[in-house]
C-alpha cells in the first residue's frame, strides 16, 4: 500500500523560508495535499496539486511536485510565528493517506 | 465556506459507558463524511468511511460494533463509541466530502478529545 513520509522536525527563524518535504510511494496517486493541525486543533486544508502539476503558487506557499522521484515539498515563505504548527502531507488513491507530520517550530 | 464542526470537543467518561461524537457539515451537503483517530504525535489513521444512507465502510482492525457509525443526512454523522474503555481514549477528527473543482476535498472538523476513566 501507500507510504508517505516526512520529516519530524524542522526550525526556522521568523521571517526565512521553510521548506517541508514529504515522499510517498504510489505513483497512482491522482492528489496531494499539505494540511496545518494547529494544538488541539483539527486540521486545516493549506492547498493541494494534482499529479500531472510540477508546482503551484497560493500566497506565501510554493507546492513543488516531482513525480519522477515521488517527491513533494512545501514551501512557506516569510514564515511567521503563527506558521507553528505539524504540517501533514497526504497521498490521494481511493483514499487519504496521511505523512507522519513534520513539526514546524518558528523561532522569533 | 466549507465548514465542518464537531461536538463535543472534549468528554470525558467513566470505563464502560457509550460516547457519540457529532459531525455536521455547515454550509454544504456532504455524501461522504470520514472518521479518523489520532494519538499522540502521530498521523492519522483512517477508521471508517461513511456514505448517507448506507452502512459505513471500515478499515481493517477497526472493529464496528464498538465504534457505530450512523450518517443520518447530508450534513450529520454520528460516531459512538460503544463501551469505552481507557485504550479507546484518543483524539478523534472527522471530515466531510466537498467537490471542489475538478476533486473532491476533505475538510476537516475541529476533532474530539475523549478520555476514558
Known amino acids: 500500500g501507500e507510504d508517505v513520509e516526512q520529516s519530524l522536525f524542522l526550525s526556522v527563524r521568523e521571517g526565512d523560508s521553510s521548506v517541508i518535504n514529504c515522499t510517498y510511494t504510489d505513483s497512482s496517486s491522482t492528489y496531494l495535499y499539505w494540511y496545518k493541525q494547529e494544538p488541539g486543533a483539527g486540521l486545516q486544508l493549506l492547498t493541494y496539486?494534482?499529479?500531472?502539476?510540477d508546482m503551484k503558487q497560493d500566497q506565501r506557499l510554493t507546492v513543488l511536485l516531482n513525480k519522477k522521484d515521488k517527491h513533494l515539498s512545501l514551501r512557506i515563505a516569510d514564515t511567521q510565528t503563527g506558521d507553528s504548527a505539524i504540517y501533514f502531507c497526504?497521498?490521494?488513491?481511493?483514499?487519504?493517506?496521511f505523512g507522519t507530520g513534520t513539526l514546524l517550530a518558528v523561532q522569533p | 465556506g466549507a465548514v465542518v464542526s464537531q461536538h463535543p470537543s472534549r468528554v470525558i467518561c467513566k470505563s464502560g459507558t457509550s460516547v457519540k461524537i457529532e459531525c455536521r457539515s455547515l454550509?454544504?451537503?456532504?455524501?461522504?463524511m470520514f472518521w479518523y483517530r489520532q494519538f499522540p504525535k502521530q498521523s492519522l489513521m483512517l477508521m471508517a468511511t461513511?456514505?448517507?444512507?448506507?452502512?459505513?465502510?471500515?478499515e481493517q482492525g477497526v472493529e464496528k460494533d464498538k465504534f457505530l457509525i450512523n450518517h443520518a443526512s447530508l450534513t450529520l454523522s454520528t460516531l459512538t463509541v460503544t463501551s469505552a474503555h481507557p485504550e479507546d481514549s484518543s483524539f478523534y477528527i472527522c471530515?466531510?466530502?466537498?467537490?471542489?473543482?475538478?476533486?473532491?476535498?476533505?475538510?476537516f472538523g475541529p476533532g474530539t478529545r475523549l478520555t476514558v476513566l
Open positions: 497526504a497521498a490521494r488513491l481511493d483514499k487519504l493517506i
Open positions: 471530515s466531510a466530502s466537498r467537490l471542489a473543482g475538478v476533486t473532491d476535498t476533505q475538510y
Open positions: 496539486i494534482f499529479s500531472n502539476m
Open positions: 454550509d454544504f451537503q456532504a455524501t461522504t
Open positions: 461513511s456514505n448517507e444512507g448506507s452502512k459505513a465502510t471500515y
